[in-house]
């Protein structure tokens, strides 16, 4: 039994405006969901929980280089194909 789903987040084709407000709007979402994670693991428990704050290191990362890539494409008046796929499965 197949117990995977995927999803369609984006699909389409974006200006260089349009890119970096959508993919600055995801990664700062994921990146303030990490902080608030972290922050409530420490008050609530006195833990630091260090996926949270890998996790935080890679998507900052992830957003530079994609910040680097709307500006490369911007500088030669390119519009950028973007898709993104969200993919659930179950496990025990």
Do not use: P, W
Not at 25 to 30: M, Q, R, S
């Amino acid at each position: 039994m197949d117990n995977q789903r995927d999803f369609k987040l984006i699909e389409g084709r974006f200006t260089t405006e349009e890119a970096s407000d959508l993919l600055g709007a995801l990664f700062n979402y994921k990146i303030d969901y990490h902080c608030r994670q972290d922050f409530s693991n420490h008050i609530r428990f006195n833990q630091d929980i260090g996926y949270s704050k890998n996790r935080i290191v890679e998507l900052i990362k992830s957003k530079e280089a994609i910040e680097q890539i709307i500006e490369n494409s911007k500088a030669n008046n390119e519009n950028l194909i973007i898709q993104g796929t969200i993919s659930i499965r179950t496990e025990k």
